[in-house]
């Protein structure tokens, strides 16, 4: 069983950049694509972006690619999300999970996901 924690989550000031982190509690997480999705208030959870851990291959959401960046520290076995630039639009609970699925195809479906976090709230509002 992989548990998966997120921070880094707050408020923060529109036109701040915010870097949040998974870090998981086995390092079996290295054999598994890591996921952010993230929900705001009254909407349905939307899928940001996946990264393969073997390759650091990456593949985002049509919606928010060249906005956000994923990237691995492999000796921490972490799993980072970042964005510069806030606007209050990206106020929601960031969730990380794991899925042994890759591709565009598949990486935006969250039924695929076997590991959630408990998610990480980011309020952006000056």
């Known amino acids: 069983q992989v548990q998966l924690v997120e921070s880094g989550g707050g408020l923060v000031q529109p036109g701040d950049s915010l870097r949040l982190s998974c870090t998981a509690s086995e390092r079996t997480f290295n054999t598994y694509s890591a996921g952010w999705f993230r929900q705001s208030p009254g909407k349905a959870r939307e899928f940001v972006g996946a990264?393969?851990?073997?390759?650091?291959?990456?593949v985002y959401a049509d919606s928010v690619k060249g906005l956000f960046t994923i990237s691995i520290d492999d000796a921490k076995n972490t799993v980072y999300l970042q964005k510069d630039s806030l606007n209050p639009e990206d106020t929601a609970v960031y969730y990380c999970?794991?899925?042994?699925?890759?591709?565009?195809?598949?990486?935006?479906?969250?039924?695929?996901?076997?590991?959630w976090g408990q998610g990480t709230q980011v309020t952006v509002s000056s």
């Open positions: 999970a794991a899925t042994k699925a890759f591709g565009r195809n598949y990486v935006p479906n969250a039924a695929l996901y076997v590991y």
């Open positions: 990264i393969r851990w073997t390759d650091g291959d990456t």
